[in-house]
């Protein structure tokens, strides 16, 4: 029972999870999609399942390829401030 458990454990994957927008990554054959809320902040029918299927604890925070841009957008904002001279 045990050792069972502990099998499929080790084959379950981690979920990638946007720390931002909270989008989750989807591979599907050689390609990547990601799979976002819905505007009006619900959740497709599919985000749900998936979420549901690895748990919240197999979550692993990421950011995808949009909050991705942002961010490190955000990040050359700060470093431009930093090098302003008064
Ligand atoms: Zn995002």
Not at 16 to 21: F, L, Y
Not at 51 to 65: A, D, F, Q, R
Request: net charge negative; aromatic share 10%; proline share 3%.
């Amino acid at each position: 029972m045990e050792n069972k458990n502990l099998e499929n454990m080790s084959k379950k994957e981690f979920l990638p999870i946007c720390s931002v927008c909270k989008g989750i990554r989807i591979i599907k054959g050689d390609s990547e999609n990601w799979l976002y809320k819905n505007k009006d902040g619900t959740e497709p029918e599919l985000y749900t399942q998936l979420i549901e299927k690895y748990g919240k604890s197999n979550l692993t925070h990421t950011y995808c390829p949009k909050c991705y841009k942002e961010t490190e957008a955000e990040i050359d904002k700060e470093t431009e401030s930093d090098n302003f001279h008064w």
